[in-house]
Nanobody
């Protein structure tokens, strides 16, 4: 069974930055970050494929950057200019398959999930 372990969450002031990491126990072609705040639906934040294609949600475009270290099976999310509305539990997700660009931020595409790391942004 694939294991995904997130790290890097914490509490920061608005305007600050955090970098999340997700360590995977195997190589997976498509990986993504999702987040869920209390009372809200889980939403896709950013995703990346091993061919280099990425997609980012409109709500974080220009502020968040997703990247992957293929040799270490590690996914990253660089979060800059953080806002209070970014506060959520952030989850790493992955699948061995090559997810289509239009589906990269869809929860149902991912079989493997981490336990999450909390991000709290205060004003």
């Amino acid at each position: 069974q694939v294991q995904l372990v997130e790290s890097g969450g914490g509490s920061v002031e608005a305007g600050g930055s955090l970098r999340l990491s997700c360590s995977a126990s195997a190589y997976l072609y498509s990986m993504a970050w999702f987040r869920q705040a209390p009372g809200k639906e889980r939403e896709g934040v950013a995703a990346i494929r091993s061919d280099g294609d990425t997609t980012t949600a409109d709500s974080v475009k220009g502020r968040f950057t997703i990247s992957k270290d293929h040799s270490r099976n590690t996914l990253y999310l660089q979060m800059n200019s953080l806002k209070p509305e970014d506060s959520a539990m952030y989850y790493c997700a992955a699948t061995f398959s090559r997810v289509s660009m239009l589906s990269l931020l869809k929860t149902q595409e991912y079989q493997h999930w981490g336990q999450g790391t909390q991000v709290t942004v205060s004003s």
